[in-house]
């Protein structure tokens, strides 16, 4: 199994910054592609940005110029440094991750999308 935990969310003014962090742990796993998305209330879940495990990048357009997705695939460890927030911006934050994990019960490895339990970011003045 894997697990992905969020940390980083907050609230803060518009103008400032944040650095979200999505460590994924567990064993006999491998993970491939990483990304963030969001959810606002009242929204549909939304692709912030994703980074395959060689460094590729892609950007929702909302947030490209502002946001910076990067990883530590010694940590397998994900971040979304966010700046120049918006209040737009406000939703819950989840890691999301493509991999591989070890399953005792068929005693091979399975291909899972992995989900964070989310972290709150609001701006507001």
């Known amino acids: 199994q894997v697990q992905l935990v969020e940390s980083g969310g907050g609230l803060v003014q518009p103008g400032e910054s944040l650095r979200l962090s999505c460590a994924a742990s567990?064993?006999?796993?491998?993970?491939?592609?990483m990304g963030w998305y969001r959810q606002a209330p009242g929204k549909q879940r939304e692709l912030v940005a994703t980074?395959?495990?060689?460094?590729?990048?892609n950007y929702a357009d909302s947030v490209k110029g502002r946001f910076t997705i990067s990883r530590d695939n010694a940590k397998n460890t994900e971040y979304l440094q966010m700046n120049s927030l918006k209040p737009e911006d406000t939703a819950v934050y989840y890691c999301?991750?493509?991999?591989?994990?070890?399953?005792?019960?068929?005693?091979?490895?399975?291909?899972?999308?992995?989900w964070g339990q989310g972290t709150q970011v609001t701006v507001s003045s």
């Open positions: 999301n991750a493509d991999g591989w994990h070890y399953s005792p019960s068929s005693g091979t490895y399975v291909k899972t999308n992995y």
């Open positions: 567990g064993s006999r796993f491998s993970i491939n592609n």
């Open positions: 980074i395959t495990s060689g460094g590729q990048t």
